[in-house]
Structure formats: structure tokens, C-alpha cells
T-cell receptor, first 115, second 113 residues
Framework: AQKVTQAQTEISVVEKEDVTLDCVYE???????LFWYKQPPSGELVFLIR??????QNEISGRYSWNFQKSTSSFNFTITASQVVDSAVYFC????????????FGSGTKLNVKP | DGGITQSPKYLFRKEGQNVTLSCEQN?????MYWYRQDPGQGLRLIYY???????QKGDIAEGYSVSREKKESFPLTVTSAQKNPTAFYLC????????????FGAGTRLSVL
């Protein structure tokens, strides 16, 4: 069965600290896609990144970086030098070929960045 | 600007009343989705549509109905059969199915009076 687990319900850090959000997924498929979304207090989910199962290269975008490891079924997200504006709920999601129409969302990690 | 517009932002429902949430997109996307989000939880899929005049039930379709008469519009009706409708409702669209990025609207917060 497909499943996404975000074990960290809430994390609090002080501004400028680095923080890593964990995401562990389950799927029997060999072709799948992983996503991260940010949900600020306004409510709208904002797309951050998509990764396919054949591309294990880590990705860096400014202060954001993602570590994809198939061996541990993890797709972790790190924010370097966190800022107050990073405060939000972050969701990891999985889509595979068994059901192309479905995203399996994790329960989200709420990040609080304090000044 | 291209995007997804949900209205209203806040909605109140009385007992026994049906209410309709609007979702419009001008991204020329084929697929559209409705999700429900409860406090502290992830998103659960209510309905999705791959193409005009076609839609499929998601994981929690009971008490909800949808239509897809136009490519750009995918309204959701919360019927009186939905006994616990208080939640945050998010509409999304994607160019194609599944693997494509889903883009989200700003959501509608529904409460029961």
C-alpha cells in the first residue's frame, strides 16, 4: 500500500538555525513521484519540488535542499539559515503508476521559526 | 494572472442545507481535484475529474457531489448528508494526471451554524 509518513508533527527553531523535515514513503511501484508543498497560514498549498524515482540527485534551491534516498525510502527537506517567513506547514506527497490520479499526502510538519 | 480561484473564502452552513463551493481555473488544465483538510491532518481526496463531463470518487466522497460541465470549473456541493462538514476545502488542478504538479487554490473554510 502507498503511504507517506511525516513523523515530526511540529518543530520549533530560532531564526538562522538549519532544520530538516523528514519524509518516509511506502510504495511497491518502481516508478513514482515525490513532492513537497508549503502551506503558509493563508492556507494555499505552494508547490516546492517534484522528484521522480529514477533521479536520486540531491537538489538545492537557494536555502532549500532535498535529499532523496531510495535505499531508506526517504525524501527529506532541509532549510538552511531558517527565516520567520519559513513558518508554515510542510507536506510531503507521493504519486505512483498504480493510480495516476491520486496524491498520497503525509500529515504535514508544522515549522515554527522564532525571531 | 493564471491560477485557481476558490470562492467564497468563508462559508457557513445551516442544518439540512446544501452548499456549493466554487472552483475556477484559467490554467487550461485537464484534471481537477477537491480535497478536505481537517485541523492537524493531511489532505484527503473527495473527488477528481480528468476531463470535462467525467469525474471519479476519491476516498471520502460520501455526502459530497460535483459536476464538470466546463473545463475551467469544478464546483463541489456539500449536501445535508455530510454530517461533519466543518473543514478547510482545497481545490487543485494539474495539466495531466497524477505525476503532474498539482496547483492549489486558496481554499474555502466551511463551518456549521
Amino acid at each position: 500500500a502507498q503511504k507517506v509518513t511525516q513523523a515530526q508533527t511540529e518543530i520549533s527553531v530560532v531564526e538562522k538555525e538549519d532544520v530538516t523535515l523528514d519524509c518516509v514513503y511506502e510504495t511497491r511501484d518502481t516508478t513514482y513521484y515525490l513532492f513537497w508543498y508549503k502551506q503558509p497560514p493563508s492556507g494555499e498549498l505552494v508547490f516546492l519540488i517534484r522528484r521522480n524515482s529514477f533521479d536520486e540527485q540531491n537538489e538545492i534551491s537557494g536555502r532549500y535542499s532535498w535529499n532523496f534516498q531510495k535505499s531508506t525510502s526517504s525524501f527529506n527537506f532541509t532549510i538552511t539559515a531558517s527565516q520567520v517567513v519559513d513558518s508554515a506547514v510542510y507536506f510531503c506527497a507521493l504519486s505512483d503508476t498504480f493510480n495516476f490520479n491520486k496524491f498520497y499526502f503525509g500529515s504535514g510538519t508544522k515549522l515554527n521559526v522564532k525571531p | 494572472d493564471g491560477g485557481i480561484t476558490q470562492s467564497p473564502k468563508y462559508l457557513f452552513r445551516k442544518e439540512g442545507q446544501n452548499v456549493t463551493l466554487s472552483c475556477e481555473q484559467n490554467l487550461n488544465h485537464d484534471a481537477m481535484y477537491w480535497y478536505r483538510q481537517d485541523p492537524g491532518q493531511g489532505l484527503r481526496l473527495i473527488y477528481y475529474s480528468q476531463i470535462v463531463n467525467d469525474f471519479q470518487k476519491g476516498d471520502i466522497a460520501e455526502g459530497y457531489s460535483v459536476s464538470r460541465e466546463k473545463k475551467e470549473s469544478f464546483p463541489l456541493t456539500v449536501t445535508s448528508a455530510q454530517k461533519n462538514p466543518t473543514a478547510f476545502y482545497l481545490c487543485a488542478s494539474s495539466k495531466d494526471r497524477g505525476r503532474d504538479i498539482q496547483y492549489f487554490g486558496a481554499g474555502t473554510r466551511l463551518s456549521v451554524l
